[in-house]
């Protein structure tokens, strides 16, 4: 079935490290692949989104571009900030209504 | 700006007592969605509306029961609590039904069953 793994947490960072939260996914067909972040005491908002193979999705300094070949859709970030830590969640949709999502990666950035 | 509300944001049960989550949205999104939060186990579907009128199953529905009360409105009951029940709640919509779309999240309600 359909699925999406991401690497465990948490992860630590000192502020200005360079970040990669790895995500790869199973689908049939043709999925939408999503990054969410959740921060504390709040609901899980959209980070960036791609649709197609070799699409990338940026926002805030967050990249991920939809690798086909490696089935994958690892976020970047060149430099944290301390109001980056956050719960973040990649997701994906193959089909009408259906989102997947893995089960998050705990950032901890420190000053 | 309020987007996507839910009360109530805490609440503790004794096993067998029931309650309703209620969810608004001022997005005029057509799809609703109501997802529990476990450790380790990401975000789950418990129900998902479509369009006004229309419900149906998630992943995890046992236990559950939902009424789409108009286009704004989704709620979520649990008529005989159970531990395994503790969850923080989200619920979500979208504009649209189709693969790419946005979900926009809530606040959450985080439930406790003794």
């Known amino acids: 079935g359909d699925s999406v793994t991401q690497m465990e947490g948490p992860v630590t960072l000192s502020e200005e490290a360079f970040l990669t939260i790895n995500c790869t996914y199973t689908?049939?067909?043709?999925?939408?692949l999503f990054w969410y972040v959740q921060y504390p005491g709040e609901g899980l908002q959209l980070l960036l989104k791609?649709?197609?193979?070799?699409d990338k999705g940026s926002n805030k300094g967050f990249e991920a571009t939809y690798r086909k070949e490696t089935t994958s859709f690892h976020l970047e970030k060149g430099s944290v900030q301390v109001s980056d830590s956050a719960v973040y969640f990649c997701?994906?949709?193959?089909?009408?209504?259906?989102?997947?999502f893995g089960t998050g990666t705990r950032l901890k950035v420190l000053a | 700006n309020a987007g996507v509300t839910q009360t109530p944001k805490f609440q503790v049960l004794k096993t067998g007592q029931s309650m309703t989550l209620q969810c608004a949205q001022d997005?005029?999104?057509?799809?609703m969605y109501w997802y529990r939060q476990d450790p380790g186990m990401g975000l789950r579907l418990i129900y998902y509306?479509?369009?006004?009128?229309?419900?149906d199953k998630g992943e995890v529905p046992n236990g559950y029961n939902v009424s789409r009360l108009n286009k704004r409105e989704f709620s979520l009951r649990l008529e005989s609590a159970a531990p395994s029940q503790t969850s923080v709640y989200f619920c979500?919509?979208?504009?649209?039904?189709?693969?790419?779309?946005?979900?926009?999240f809530g606040e959450g309600s985080r439930l406790t069953v003794l």
């Open positions: 689908a049939t067909g043709y999925p939408s």
């Open positions: 509306s479509a369009s006004e009128g229309t419900t």
């Open positions: 997701a994906l949709s193959v089909r009408t209504y259906k989102y997947i």
């Open positions: 997005m005029n999104h057509n799809s």
């Open positions: 791609a649709t197609k193979a070799d």
């Open positions: 979500a919509s979208s504009e649209h039904s189709g693969s790419t779309g946005e979900l926009f």
